[in-house]
Nanobody
Framework: QVQLVESGGGLVQAGGSLRLSCAASGRTFSVFPMGWFRQAPGKEREFVAAISWTGLTTNYAASVKSRFTISRDNAKFTVYLQMTSLKPEDTAVYYC?????????????????WGQGTQVTVSS
């Protein structure tokens, strides 16, 4: 079983930056593709970014591409989401997720493990 714990959320002004971390328990983390999703009040959970288990391949939602960077450190069992040029519309609860398959996915229902989420609030 893999447990995921996010951290790093908070309140930031528009144009600012935050780095989210997702710490995983369990050695099998290093072979899981990982993803970041977010959910704003009244909206469905949406894909933000994903990374292959090697860290060599990444994918981003169009709304965050060139502003957000996903990375991982398998030795530390941690995935990161560096967020820059934040906008008020980035406000949401951010979740990390792990998938017990070879490839990453942009669909929330294709992930097997989820963290509890961390709140990101961007003020205008």
């Amino acid at each position: 079983q893999v447990q995921l714990v996010e951290s790093g959320g908070g309140l930031v002004q528009a144009g600012g930056s935050l780095r989210l971390s997702c710490a995983a328990s369990g050695r099998t983390f290093s072979v899981f593709p990982m993803g970041w999703f977010r959910q704003a009040p009244g909206k469905e959970r949406e894909f933000v970014a994903a990374i292959s288990w090697t860290g060599l391949t990444t994918n981003y939602a169009a709304s965050v591409k060139s502003r957000f960077t996903i990375s991982r450190d398998n030795a530390k069992f941690t995935v990161y989401l560096q967020m820059t040029s934040l906008k008020p519309e980035d406000t949401a609860v951010y979740y990390c997720a792990g998938r017990r398959q070879v490839d990453y996915s942009g669909l929330p229902n294709e992930y097997d493990y989820w963290g509890q989420g961390t709140q990101v609030t961007v003020s205008s």
